[in-house]
Nanobody, 126 residues
Framework: QVQLVESGGGLVQAGGSLRLSCAAS????????MGWFRQAPGKEREFVTF????????DYADSVTGRFTISRGNAKNTVYLQMNSLKPEDTAVYYC???????????????????WGQGTQVTVSA
């Protein structure tokens, strides 16, 4: 059974940092793009960032560029999201996801991903 489990969320003051982790199990995702999405109350799920299977290609939403960094663990089944200079508007549930197909880069849409974690809450206070 495939599972993605996020951790590392919490409450932080504006300007602070958090590091989210996503551990995948049940299959290997070393050849799959991994992404992070977020969803704030009353809003649609939105793209935050992805990293391709090699770790060599990443992209970010404009709203987080320069503040967030995605990376993969050595075993490629773990993905991290380092979030710095957090703002109240970053408050949301953050979801880790694995792409539906191997060796597919540039995955920006939720429908490009077949596997999802349960989400972790990030709250940034002003």
């Amino acid at each position: 059974q495939v599972q993605l489990v996020e951790s590392g969320g919490g409450l932080v003051q504006a300007g602070g940092s958090l590091r989210l982790s996503c551990a995948a199990s049940g299959r290997t995702f070393s050849t799959y793009t991994m992404g992070w999405f977020r969803q704030a109350p009353g809003k649609e799920r939105e793209f935050v960032t992805f990293i391709d299977w090699s770790g060599g290609i990443t992209d970010y939403a404009d709203s987080v560029t320069g503040r967030f960094t995605i990376s993969r663990g050595n075993a490629k089944n773990t993905v991290y999201l380092q979030m710095n200079s957090l703002k109240p508007e970053d408050t949301a549930v953050y979801y880790c996801a694995a792409a539906a197909y191997a060796h597919a880069s540039y995955r920006y849409r939720p429908r490009d991903y077949a596997y999802w974690g349960q989400g972790t809450q990030v709250t940034v206070s002003a």
